[in-house]
């Protein structure tokens, strides 16, 4: 009978690069900034590492295919070494695999990294992704991008609960102003500059209706986790460690952009997961009991919705609850109080891991000055893919009680 | 009896404006003074003769069973494959069953009226029951030249059979001669024109008359017998000379006021126009030029009355948009203008999927499951429908003649487009089932959640540097 990953793993180490237009570092610089941030903080050798899994999303145009890239760059021990990649969740996968190999009892210490360099493409934007789908795909998809397809979500979400797109917006620029101020206090954040409701109302066109400043920037970084059994830990004398409560991914079968069942209002996947993480947790009243929530904001519309995804908010009402700064740094749950993707930007292959060591640090009372009083437990969400066809991860890390 | 039983007829939605060619580029070409009234239409960038073929193929399937169809003849000189039948693709679009004879037929235009002609034959011998024809033609043209004015695209569509005909083929004429107003080299992009007044003179003005007049020798019959002459030439005063010489008062418009000459297609969009107001009883004349003439007559049966009349060139004209000169420019690649580097990857065409998926990508078939008779698209084993899920129990759907409703849409200005912004959006068929689509012919202002949509075959993408071209069904709002 399955048990569920609750606080079998214990989180004994974490890195981050800065993040952003790391015109000065490649991809092996940027995995090893991270790793050895993460090994100080562990206070183990390296050799103590007995597995690796290395998430990169983009792999031809920064480290290759296969875990060799990573396997090299870090000078691991000739361990076992496996990279994953799954869209926007591939940095939650690596951690994933790490925990659950943990948890399997096959290692001791175990290392996942996630790593994207993205900014070696010439233009702006995500890369172009029209072979990501396949090649029949390529022979009739629309020529989507991730803009597009989330955009579209703030069209559904109108539609279905009868708003104006002038009061979307306005929430989707509340969203926007919260985590830019959030990210102005945030040394290891690309967007470091607070900005104004009327400078992102009045930003250009990107997609309609999202325009530039709806949008999370696009960033080069690697964040990384150093993960072991409680046990472990507690032989190594670690007190007050973070444990893993929850770890869940949810993968859309197709239904949403064949089947005429989905409202096109929300992100079905998140919902699954959600319920799922929640219940492997043992959370009933996720408004009451998280303490804070860093969630997939590659555009404003997405965090928005997520937040009624993830039964924070209720169905229609998550506008409300933004306008209201439920989820400011100073509200109830503070949502990407780091800055999020808004200000971090999205190497695809870092941001789950990025997440979670936001989370890390504030239950280790580490976040300086945006530090928020006392939290407990707080839940990371990915969102790989669009709105209609997407891998979601759910994570959910607190202190080990 | 044998003759026309349907017919239909598409002009792309754009027309370019003469005049504003005039004002803009006249001091280049005073030439263009000549030719600054009315417009002309431009197919979008998504069309070409393939595509514009299946658009009035479509409206003439309204009044015929594409399983009935036989053969398909498709008339073009602007095809977009050398070798690779057109007329395959055509009737892939258009879901003929996989014995239809499929004909390319090009080279003059004239050969809309030979695809007639050789239709009408197959017909006669038995060899095919109904054969459709094609003709759609998308000609470049240079940037401030005379034919970029006179030129016009569009497409036609006949089916020639036994039963149900509303226009009974009363005889046929060909005439040929190896004159030379113009001419396209194999590779060259541009027609190549001789001398104006030569192409009048001894051309338009001469052939045209002298077919006509051994036609009614031919058949010992007068050309005023004749309630509609329908000959393209697309100099006004010489098609007006013509009329003079032939002594006919029933000279039909050659349509170069709104539409242009639209080459092999023109004889025959000329006749789909004619026969959208035609009354039984009347003798149309209908005259190929091109190395000669080719020429097919026929009267207008009772049947039209009850005929239920397509969209056809009519209706068709009538729906239009402008086209700004630098749009139009842009959308013939007769400007170099600048591409994003998000544009350069360009993979080629798998022919192995492309062959393999062919029902789907050009017939936009998709399945419905024996099962749960859930309609789903793109066709895959296992039915969508979570209560169903059966594996391997499917039928074809097709998806092609279905209407829809936009249920998510956007406009996309990251996206690498020809049109900024690329507008696509998730739509919701009637009957079921829904897909992800581009929209076309339309703009992010007229979309929006809930829009009715119909299908129409375009091009998904173009593969310059291999000289392919992929295409698709996309979604297009119901203007009407």
């Known amino acids: 009978m399955a048990t569920g990953i609750k606080d079998k793993v214990a989180i004994i180490g974490m890195g981050c690069t800065k993040f952003g237009e790391r015109w000065d ?142 009061d979307v917006k306005r929430a989707m620029a509340h969203i926007s102003v919260k985590s830019h101020a959030n990210g102005a206090l945030n040394p290891k954040a690309h967007l470091q500059r607070p900005v104004t409701e009327e400078q992102v109302l009045q930003s250009p066109m990107i997609a309609y209706p999202l325009g530039l400043f709806d949008c999370c920037g696009v960033s080069d970084g690697a964040a990384c986790a150093i993960v072991c059994s409680v046990d472990v830990a507690k032989a190594m004398k670690k007190k007050d460690f973070v444990t893993v409560k929850a ?44 303490s804070l929530l860093e969630v997939h904001d590659c555009f404003s519309i997405t965090e928005l919705v997520t937040m009624e995804d993830l039964h924070i908010s209720e169905r229609g009402k998550a506008i409300d609850d933004v306008m209201d700064g439920f989820f400011d740094s100073t509200g109830k749950i503070p949502c990407q109080i780091d800055g999020g993707l808004k200000c971090f930007g999205h190497p695809i292959g870092a941001s789950g891991l990025r997440m979670v060591y936001e989370i890390y640090l504030q239950l280790h009372g580490r976040a300086d000055k945006r530090q928020l009083k006392n939290p407990d437990i707080g839940l990371t969400q990915n969102l790989g893919g669009f709105p209609m066809m997407n891998v979601i991860s759910v994570a959910i890390v607190g202190r080990y009680t | 009896m044998i003759g026309i039983v349907s017919y239909g007829g598409y002009i792309p939605l754009r027309r370019l404006s003469r005049m504003q060619v005039v004002q803009q580029m006249a001091w280049y070409n005073s030439l263009l003074y000549s030719l600054m009234t009315g417009e002309r239409s431009v197919a979008n960038w998504d069309e070409d003769a393939i595509t514009m073929a299946v658009a009035a193929a479509v409206d003439a399937l309204q009044n015929v069973e594409q399983k009935s169809i036989d053969a398909v003849y498709a008339a073009s000189t602007s095809f977009p494959f050398d070798d690779r039948q057109n007329a395959a693709v055509i009737a892939e679009a258009l879901n003929c069953r996989n014995n239809v004879r499929t004909v390319d037929m090009a080279g003059s235009l004239k050969a809309g009226v030979s695809a007639v002609v050789a239709a009408l034959d197959a017909v006669e011998s038995d060899s095919a029951n109904k054969v459709m024809v094609t003709a759609g033609e998308r000609r470049f043209t240079r940037a401030a030249s005379t034919l970029e004015l006179m030129y016009g695209d569009g497409a036609a569509a006949l089916v020639v059979g036994r039963e149900n005909v509303i226009a009974e083929c009363i005889g046929s004429y060909s005439y040929h001669e190896d004159f030379v107003d113009h001419y396209r080299g194999a590779d060259k992009r541009f027609d190549y024109q001789w001398e104006e007044r030569f192409i009048r003179d001894e051309g338009f003005g001469r052939i045209i008359p002298t077919a006509i007049k051994l036609f009614c020798d031919n058949y010992h019959t007068d050309i005023n017998e004749f309630a509609c002459v329908i000959y393209p030439c697309p100099f006004a005063r010489e098609h007006a000379g013509i009329a003079k010489k032939i002594k006919s008062a029933h000279v039909y418009t050659n349509l170069h006021d709104g539409v242009g000459d639209t080459g092999v297609a023109h004889p025959l969009v000329m006749l789909c126009h004619a026969l959208d107001s035609a009354k039984p009883g009347d003798k149309i004349l209908v005259v190929g030029f091109g190395q000669g003439c080719e020429i097919v007559a026929f009267k207008v049966t009772d049947a039209i009355e009850s005929f239920k009349r397509p969209r056809g060139i009519t209706r068709s004209i009538a729906n239009k948009k402008d086209i700004p000169y630098p749009k139009y420019l842009k959308f013939r690649e007769l400007i170099n203008a600048d591409t994003s580097i998000r544009a350069e990857a360009v993979p080629n065409t798998s022919l192995t999927a492309l062959w393999r998926h ?106 310059s540097m291999r000289g392919f071209t992929g295409y698709f069904w996309k979604a297009v709002p119901i203007m009407e």
């Not at chain 2, 399945?367 to 859930?374: I, L, P, Q, R, W």
């Not at chain 2, 097709?398 to 959006?425: C, H, Q, R, W």
């Open chain 2, 358 to 463: 062919r029902k789907m990508l050009n017939g936009f078939v998709g399945y419905k499951c024996k099962a749960c008779g859930t309609p789903q698209f793109p066709p895959y084993p296992i039915c969508v429908n979570p209560a169903c899920n059966k594996s391997g129990a499917m039928d074809d759907y097709v998806f092609s003649d279905k209407m829809g409703t936009v249920l998510m849409y956007t406009g996309d200005m990251l996206a690498a487009s020809v049109e900024p912004p690329a507008l696509y959006g998730l739509v919701e068929f009637d009957g079921g089932g829904r897909t992800l689509l581009d929209f076309t012919d339309c703009e992010l202002e007229k979309l929006n959640v809930g829009t009715k949509v119909a299908m129409s075959f375009r091009i998904h993408r173009q593969d």
């Open chain 1, 247 to 290: 770890l869940q991914i949810s993968v859309s079968n197709g239904e949403e952009m064949a089947f005429s069942n989905w409202d096109g209002a929300h992100v079905v996947n998140t919902e699954k997961a959600a319920i799922r993480a929640y219940a492997e947790a043992g959370i009933k009243n996720p408004r009451e009991e998280l």
């Open chain 1, 25 to 166: 570092a490649d991809a092996n610089a940027l995995m090893v900034e991270a790793y050895n941030e993460a090994i100080a903080d562990a206070g183990i050798e390296p050799g103590e590492i007995q597995a690796a899994w290395v998430a990169t999303c983009f792999d031809e145009i920064n480290v290759g295919k296969s875990a060799l890239a990573a396997s090299i760059a870090l000078r691991l021990p000739n361990i076992a070494v496996t990279r994953v990649e799954n869209f926007c969740a591939s940095g939650t996968e690596a951690f994933r695999g790490a925990v659950y190999a943990v948890a399997s009892g096959a290692y001791d210490i175990v290392l996942a990294i996630g790593c994207e360099k993205l900014k070696d493409i010439g233009y702006g934007g995500l890369p172009e992704f029209s072979q990501a789908l396949g090649i029949l795909n390529g022979l009739w998809f629309p020529n989507v991008t991730a803009p597009g397809c989330f955009a579209m979500l703030a069209g559904g979400y109108a539609a279905k609960y009868g708003l104006k797109m002038e």
